[in-house]
Nanobody, 122 residues
Framework: QVQLVESGGGLVQAGGSLRLSCAAS????????MGWFRQAPGKEREFVAA????????YNQDSVKGRFTISRDNAKNTVYLQMNSLKPEDTAVYYC???????????????WGQGTQVTVSS
């Protein structure tokens, strides 16, 4: 079992930055692949970014490449999503998730946080 708690969401103007954090606890939390998903109102959940348990390799959805960076600190059992050059279309609830399988397979994530709201104003 892995428990996940996200933080760092908020309201930001377009072009601004936010850093999301996800603290993991539980047995062998640092050995899980970690990912960030998001869901905007009326839309399906999207697989945004992911990172293997060792910190490399990583995955980024095309729409966030060059703007978002996922990283992790296994000593702190924390994964981060640095979001720069934010756009109104990035507005969503962002969820942290953990996978005991392949980091690039969104269907293999089976532990989820409660989500944190990110709102980007134009």
């Amino acid at each position: 079992q892995v428990q996940l708690v996200e933080s760092g969401g908020g309201l930001v103007q377009a072009g601004g930055s936010l850093r999301l954090s996800c603290a993991a606890s539980g047995r062998s939390a640092s050995t899980y692949a970690m990912g960030w998903f998001r869901q905007a109102p009326g839309k399906e959940r999207e697989f945004v970014a992911a990172i293997a348990w060792s910190g490399s390799p990583t995955y980024n959805q095309d729409s966030v490449k060059g703007r978002f960076t996922i990283s992790r600190d296994n000593a702190k059992n924390t994964v981060y999503l640095q979001m720069n050059s934010l756009k109104p279309e990035d507005t969503a609830v962002y969820y942290c998730a953990a996978s005991g399988g392949r980091y690039y397979r969104p269907d293999e994530y089976n532990y989820w946080g409660q989500g944190t709201q990110v709102t980007v104003s134009s």
